[in-house]
């Protein structure tokens, strides 16, 4: 998408739409833009009470200037804006004009008074471009992303670094959209893997070292072995390394769940909801495009990103429940239900990141749980850490970027429910706060090491089968934004 800029209303290009935001402040629905004032013939949608700014409301009118043919009333809330409301509506806008299959928008930037221009910047240009986004490779005829030409109108001197940074952001957040909608039978773990491998060409900060099957079994990684037995794709394990700050010790690392598929295995899950298991590779996916970001956006930071690659498949030799398999680090684990996969993987991967990694902290990052969607919806993931400095680090990120995580405890009462009578640990306690409980499986792996470490459940929000603000259908690439501005918050405390 071509993005141009207009100093003033007159100059702006011909489109085929102009967005003009609205607030409601104690009912009085006014334009937020010092450069336009409305006709009086324009203003009756809101004298009629049709149009009253709410957040995200959008109404289209139709008039006869020579630049554009329709206008867009825009509703950015009322009385508390906040910049994830702006972020929301300009998504909503930018989808009703998709709806119509337009193609130029120009777009009045907000001004709100004591509300910083170059937040109000990006959360105009973020919302506008995480919505131009569709999946189509596999339509037989495959579409451009919808929108071709953004005129941006304001006043305001444009910081064009923060238009760069949201477009290299929004595109991270692009690539992990299209690796979690992508077919299960084609996002592979080999294929995962060798996509992983192909961001070393991105800087040469990064180094990938993709790991197959033999080297698994080599570094006794029993859990990942056992979870990838029942399928013909064999697993790999990845370790990509950023460095971009070589004189600091300081190092962040992300480990992610990536079951490609996850039938839940020989304790298989009921069709229902299966279709969207190719979906269980999203923190995989996430902590991946997170670091593709990081190297476009060449960080000032140490990161390393880990990722067992596997498919949960049921077939003659899946691993069976009621068995015990050995981890990495030597605790035995009673398999009581095979759906119960992902921790089993991750449980691997931490402690190979904890012996081999000397992680300063570590993020965990995972569709682990059905449950956690039960708790807090599909709107905020759940998080669960052994550490508040480390938790307040993310939540502030969440605060900043509207990728919403809602904090649970690590209550270890409910640790007993994972005793095993003939293993160190079963991988399923009860069914109820199954959400904590996983998290309390995970811990016993990381606890030990006393690394700051910390868990975000991605199980509810890494995708909605409702298109919502700057959301689209499906994948939402949750999680790389909120990841990018943790880092942001690590880097400017460290240097
Ligand atoms: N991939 C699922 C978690 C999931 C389910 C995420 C539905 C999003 C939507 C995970 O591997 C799983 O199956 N978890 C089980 C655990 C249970 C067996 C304790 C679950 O949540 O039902
Ligand atoms: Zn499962």
Request: glycine residues 6%; aromatic residues 8%; charged residues 25%.
């Amino acid at each position: 998408m071509k993005i141009r800029f207009a100093k003033s209303f007159s100059t702006r290009s011909k489109s085929d739409c102009l967005i003009i935001p609205f607030v409601n402040e104690k009912n009085n629905v006014k334009v937020v833009s010092k450069l336009k004032k409305l006709s009086s013939s324009i203003e009756l949608p809101i004298e009629l009470k049709d149009f009253s700014g709410k957040k995200g409301e959008v109404l289209f009118i139709y008039v006869n200037n020579d630049k554009e043919n329709r206008l867009l009333f825009l509703g950015l809330g009322d009385d508390e804006i906040t910049f994830d409301n702006i972020r929301y509506a300009y998504g909503e806008a930018i989808k009703a004009c998709i709806e119509k299959k337009l193609k130029r928008i120009s777009i009045l930037l907000p001004e709100i008074e004591n509300c910083d221009e170059d937040k109000l910047l990006l959360a105009s240009i973020e919302g506008v471009l995480l919505s131009n986004y569709v999946f189509s490779k596999l339509k037989s005829e495959e579409k451009k992303y919808p929108l071709e030409n953004l005129c941006v109108i304001s006043a305001n001197k444009i910081n064009r670094k923060i238009v760069d940074r949201v477009k290299t952001i929004s595109t991270g957040v692009y690539f992990a959209r299209d690796l979690i909608n992508n077919n299960a039978d084609e996002e592979t773990p080999a294929h995962l893997a060798s996509v992983a491998k192909s961001l070393s060409k991105i800087s040469s900060k990064l180094t990938v070292n993709v790991f197959d099957k033999k080297w698994i079994a080599k570094q006794d990684m029993g859990l990942v072995l056992a979870v990838s037995k029942g399928s013909n794709n064999s697993p790999y394990f990845v370790v990509a390394k950023y460095k971009g700050n070589p004189s600091s010790k300081d190092h962040t690392v992300f480990v992610g769940k990536g079951v490609t598929y996850d039938t839940g295995g020989l304790s298989l899950k009921p069709s229902t909801g299966m279709e969207d298991m190719k979906t269980d590779m999203s923190g995989a996916a996430t902590i991946l495009s997170t670091l593709y970001t990081v190297a476009k956006l060449d960080m000032k930071v140490n990161v390393t990103v880990v990722f067992p690659a596997v498919e949960n498949a049921i077939g003659p030799n899946s691993y069976k429940p009621g068995d015990v398999y050995e981890s990495y680090d030597g605790k035995t684990v009673e398999v009581v239900n095979t759906d119960a996969e992902g921790r089993l993987i991750l449980a691997d991967a931490l402690s190979y990141a904890i012996d081999n990694l000397s992680p300063t902290r570590i993020v965990n990052v995972a569709s682990l749980t059905g449950a956690v969607s039960i708790a807090l919806g599909d709107e905020v993931a759940g998080l669960m850490a052994s550490d508040d400095e480390l938790a307040m680090r993310l939540e502030h990120a969440s605060g900043e970027t509207g990728e919403y995580i809602w904090r649970l405890p690590l209550f270890f009462e409910y640790l007993k429910t994972l005793k095993s009578d003939i293993a160190d640990i079963k991988n399923v306690g009860k069914r109820k706060g199954a959400t904590i409980i996983s998290a309390l499986f995970l811990n016993e792996f990381v606890k030990k090491s006393k690394v700051p470490w910390a868990h975000l459940d991605i199980g509810g929000t890494n995708y909605t089968l409702q298109k919502k603000g700057y959301y689209p259908k499906y994948a939402t690439g949750f999680g790389v934004r909120l990841l990018i501005e943790f880092l942001e918050g690590i880097i400017s405390d460290f240097s």
